[in-house]
């Protein structure tokens, strides 16, 4: 059937996404033939649920995590309690999101199909044969974790509790309610998706309750004078806003390590492309919801982080840690008001962007085991048949998330540490794929994407995901992301990327050409119509 420039046509076949097959293997389901490409708009078994209400909620959960409740104290510390820079981060973040969701747009607008970044990847970088789908995977795997906000969840729901913020320190009691969130939403999704979407949408819709007191009452204290508030004003705009308060501390690693918290808070903008194939007119509800979600959470950090430096004076600011949440609404709306019931609004929220992670993380992992890469892939990538649920993509995410919530002490930078160790890898991906956005426009030069990045926004993006990458070896390190018995976060994020190429190497080049043998991919239909990959030994002659 003709549409303009495309023709939808139905064909025997799975996907050309993966760059090392070089021809379609049979099997049905939906292409779309663009000038030189193909494109497989497979629809999964579960359908394509999720509406342009349902699509925003998953961006703003996903954006509005932990990270405006917790990195702000971090942030200022990294840059030396140095205001103008301070906001500098944010902004420079902010473009950079903005850069980056539109070059994910016009590439997800061309391959509307679920698995985002490793798709995007897969149809870019064909050569050497499977590397970065193999290395992407396998990072997937490894980083699929919801973390720090379960990690936050414990500590604000402590808090709320009545806790001191000395005794949540020094507990491993915030680590252990937040492995009962983790296990509680791998249940829930595993026993239904629909539940599971709908209490996703419940919390979506609470935490948007919560952006709209953090608005009002960051506009309460920016807008009203001091006799209405009662509030000391410790951020005036003068000369000291351009003052450190330390600026011994600040060198090119800590503003890289800013800049990555920054990212963090913003980060959600490139995980609902891993769902795409779920969504209704995929290209025409992300090229809506996608820009919305993040104008509403650039207008809500802005106006925060002014709030924030406004009632905290800056040196209790940098000592806060990640509950200057909870310290800033207290001072404003009182213990009850303010500690209590705001308190666990923002526990939710973190509930919220665990629900959200924990779903498109499973989804991420059932792509991946289909590609057969690792052992027991076709086990891994099946859904389960009684509930017609990714339930051992979701228990993966559950065991690593435990394993590190258990191994992490509660004080220190831990938190700081794993926003980093998280952030640095996925900056090389968003880099690579700022890259090849060029490299896909000058293979298909006749085919137009429906939703187009801007090149100046292109290039902001690669040039600064390469200074994150390479400042932190230039000068002194970090110590707010430093963990005694763990490497630091740059140094630990390449060794696992360099383990992840020696695997592919190992299993794709090395034991092929010792052996006698290649690798050829094998398409497995399971029972539920879900396709699986499967690597068959092809002995020489």
């Known amino acids: 059937m003709l549409k303009g420039d495309s023709i939808e046509v139905t064909v025997a076949s799975r996907s050309n996404s993966d760059a090392s097959v070089d021809e379609l293997t049979p099997m049905s389901s939906t292409v779309k033939e663009y000038t030189g490409f193909q494109v497989d708009l497979e629809d999964l078994p579960q359908g394509r649920h999720l509406g342009l209400f349902s699509t925003i909620v998953l961006f703003i959960s996903r954006i509005f995590g932990s990270g405006i409740w917790t990195t702000p104290s971090g942030i200022l510390l990294a ?7 301070f906001f500098s981060m944010w902004l420079i973040a902010a473009v950079v999101s903005f850069s980056g969701l539109f070059v ?43 973390l720090t906000n379960a990690i936050i969840f414990g500590k604000y729901t402590l808090f709320c509790l009545g806790f001191s913020s000395e005794y949540i320190e020094s507990t491993r009691m915030s680590n252990w309610i937040g492995i009962s969130l ?16 709908a209490i996703q949408n419940f919390l979506g819709a609470l935490k948007l309750l919560l952006v709209g007191i953090m608005a009002i009452t960051s506009i309460y204290v920016i807008f009203f004078p001091k006799k209405i508030t009662g509030l000391e004003n410790n951020l005036p705009f003068d000369s000291s806003f351009w003052q450190f308060t330390n600026s011994k501390v600040v060198s090119l690693s800590t503003i890289s390590s800013a800049l990555l918290q920054c990212f963090f808070s913003f980060g959600g903008w490139s995980s609902v492309h891993t769902v795409a194939s779920e969504i209704k007119d995929p290209v025409r509800t992300l090229k809506i919801a996608g820009p919305v979600s993040l104008f509403i959470a650039f207008l809500s950090y802005i106006l925060m982080n002014v709030a924030y430096l406004i009632v905290i004076p800056r040196e209790q600011m940098m000592q806060s840690g990640p509950l200057i ?12 008001l303010g500690r209590q019931f705001v308190t666990v609004s923002i526990a939710l929220s973190a509930a919220s962007n665990v629900f959200v992670v924990v779903y498109g993380t499973s989804r991420m992992n059932q792509e991946i085991f289909r590609e057969g890469y690792v052992p027991f892939a076709q086990v891994m990538a ?6 017609s649920t990714p339930l051992y993509s979701l228990l993966l995410c559950c065991i690593l998330t435990c394993f590190w919530l258990v191994v992490l002490p509660p004080q220190g930078n831990s938190f700081n540490y794993i926003v980093s160790l998280e952030g640095y890898p996925t900056q090389i991906f968003i880099g690579l794929i700022g890259i090849g956005l060029f490299i896909v426009r000058r293979r298909y030069p006749d085919e137009k994407a429906p939703i187009r990045a801007s090149l100046l926004g292109t290039l902001l993006l690669v040039i600064i995901s390469a200074y994150v990458l390479m400042a932190p070896f230039t000068g002194p390190r970090d110590e ?12 630990f994020a390449l060794i696992l990327l360099g383990l992840f190429v020696l695997y592919w190497a190992l299993k794709f080049r090395v034991l092929p050409w010792a052996r006698g043998y290649t690798l050829e991919p094998e398409l497995i239909v399971l029972d539920d119509g879900l396709t699986v990959k499967r690597w068959t030994k092809v002995w020489y002659q």
Not at 79 to 85: D, E, F
Not at 327 to 336: D, M, Q, R, T
Not at 382 to 387: A, I, L
Not at 480 to 491: G, V
């Open 79 to 85: 840059c030396g309690g140095n205001a103008a820079v």
């Open 104 to 146: 994910y747009l016009e590439l997800g607008s061309l391959i509307p199909r679920s698995g985002g970044t490793k798709v995007f990847l897969e149809y870019i970088y064909r050569r050497p044969k499977v590397l970065v789908s193999t290395v992407f995977s396998l990072y997937s795997l490894a980083f699929g974790l919801t």
């Open 182 to 197: 983790v296990v509680l939403t791998t249940l829930v999704h595993g026993v239904s998706t629909k539940h599971g979407v």
């Open 325 to 336: 949440g909870s310290l800033f609404f207290e001072k404003v709306l009182g213990y009850h």
């Open 382 to 387: 099946s859904n389960y048949k009684h509930t």
């Open 480 to 491: 707010s992301t430093y963990i005694a018995f763990l490497p630091p976060y740059h140094i």
